[in-house]
């Protein structure tokens, strides 16, 4: 039973080899992500839906995403802020979030890690990470880093995902 324990603890860490460094090609200087932006609503980059991490029902994730055409971030704090929602150019919507920031660059802490059943007994752990920061031309790029992974008995693995995509949104505030 003693080894069983040290063979779990071995997988879970070989396991958990985190997501790749972030590459960051056009981070400037601007100290804030404050701004309107365009949504975009049609190719699957709908920030409705990179924010919705559907642990428990969100009311806006159950509306019609496609209305929102803007959303605006404003930071209340050192480590708040809030995304504003506009459907039909009407405020209609406030979501505050968490943050931690360095180097420019904002992780927005929303529920980045869910585990779903007991992991690599019979489970999976989802991790996902949204860095949010502006470029040189002021528009907002949002990397979205996704990672996961499950076992069964830890004996047959699942599966080991790792995923990055980045997404841009054009301010509307030049």
């Known amino acids: 039973m003693k080894n069983l324990k040290y063979l779990a603890i071995i997988f879970l860490i070989i396991s958990c080899n985190g997501i790749k460094k972030l590459n960051i090609e056009d981070n400037n200087n601007i100290s804030t992500i404050s701004g309107l932006y365009q949504n975009d609503t049609i190719n699957g980059k709908n920030i409705v839906q990179l924010l919705n991490r559907k642990l428990i029902k969100d009311t806006l994730y159950s509306k019609n995403i496609q209305d929102y055409n803007k959303f605006a971030i404003k930071e209340i704090d050192d480590k708040k802020l809030k995304i504003i929602f506009y459907k039909n150019n009407i405020q209609t919507d406030i979501r505050e979030f968490d943050y931690k920031k360095a180097d420019n660059i904002y992780l927005l ?6 585990i779903v059943g ?3 007994l019979a489970g999976i752990i989802d991790s996902k990470r949204l860095y949010f920061y502006k470029k040189s ?3 907002l790029e949002i990397k979205n880093l996704t990672d ?3 076992a069964i008995l830890l004996v047959m693995f699942l599966f080991n995902e790792h995923h990055q995509k980045t997404i841009t949104y054009k301010n509307l505030e030049n």
């Open 109 to 114: 802490k929303n529920k980045n890690v869910r």
């Open 148 to 150: 996961r992974s499950g």
């Open 137 to 139: 031309d002021n528009s």
């Open 118 to 120: 007991v992991p690599f």
